[in-house]
């Protein structure tokens, strides 16, 4: 399955702690989203691709 993400939102990889935004691609883990940026500049998805394999 591949995931064409173009805003923090669509991502499969954000996660909500105690109501906060965090990514888990980021370095370091957990970073924390500021929810006025789309897509922070530090996101690894703005030049890479992660290829998320479903083995059902």
Same mark, same amino acid.
């Given at each position: 399955?591949?995931? =064409? @993400?173009?805003? %923090? +939102? /669509?991502c ?6 105690? $109501?906060?935004? +965090? %990514?888990? *691609?980021?370095?370091?883990? $957990?970073r924390? @989203?500021?929810? /006025? *940026? /789309? &897509?922070? =500049?530090? %996101?690894?998805? &703005?030049?890479?691709? @992660? @290829? *998320? &394999? /479903?083995?059902k």
């Amino acid at each position: 399955m591949i995931f =064409v @993400i173009t805003q %923090c +939102t /669509d991502c499969p990889f954000l996660h909500l702690v105690d $109501g906060q935004k +965090t %990514c888990n *691609v980021a370095l370091p883990k $957990g970073r924390p @989203i500021t929810p /006025d *940026v /789309d &897509r922070p =500049v530090w %996101c690894k998805l &703005r030049k890479e691709q @992660i @290829i *998320v &394999r /479903d083995f059902k």
